[in-house]
């Protein structure tokens, strides 16, 4: 009876998937999954993904990403302006801001009502082809995957994928260009 209990649950769980569900990580015990769930969704990308990450370091997704733009997937990527100068060594930004088909910006949040300071662009979603959603506390570091306590959730939603889209857009209007060095 237990077995069979496992089996439904394993089915379910195949079923929800296949018909567009969610699914979802908990790292750090999860993190490899994840990353190889995340890189399978960039690997599937077809035309689009946009993605606005607080921080950058993850060399499997930067790869996954350079593999998409030369498959001619346009990719649009937004980065906290803050995090980057501090982690201007290890960030993906720069390498991928060389690639054909990668625009690659830099934002920062809001001015703060005192006027002393701005907030920080802390998203850490995405949105591939306008069908997929990819969203939790992870940032697209090593220690995000392998060390912190984070969740990291895939929506197979087309209505959370273009409400992230246009997120992500709206942050892009106002970011700046990634500048080598900044």
């Known amino acids: 009876m237990k077995n069979l209990i496992f089996a439904y649950l394993i089915a379910f769980c195949l079923a929800a998937e296949a018909f567009g569900e969610r699914i979802y990580f908990v790292l750090p015990k999860e993190g490899e999954r994840a990353e190889k769930q995340i890189e399978l969704e960039i690997n599937k ?78 998203h850490k979603i995405a949105s591939i082809d306008g069908e997929r959603a990819i969203y939790g506390s992870a940032n697209w570091t090593a220690s995000a995957f392998n060390v912190n306590n984070e969740l990291v959730f895939i929506d197979r939603d087309p209505d959370l994928a273009a409400e992230f889209e246009e997120i992500i857009k709206e942050i892009l209007k106002n970011a700046k260009d990634y500048v080598s060095g900044e």
């Open 45 to 122: 990308a077809e035309s689009e993904i946009y993605l606005a990450i607080y921080s950058f370091t993850n060399n499997t997704l930067a790869k996954a990403l350079k593999r998409a733009a030369s498959r001619g997937v346009k990719i649009y990527l937004v980065t906290d302006e803050k995090n980057l100068r501090g982690n201007m060594r290890d960030s993906k930004a720069g390498e991928l801001a060389k690639i054909e088909g990668v625009s690659v910006k830099i934002a920062r949040g809001e001015q703060a009502k005192s006027g002393e300071y701005y907030g920080i662009m802390h």
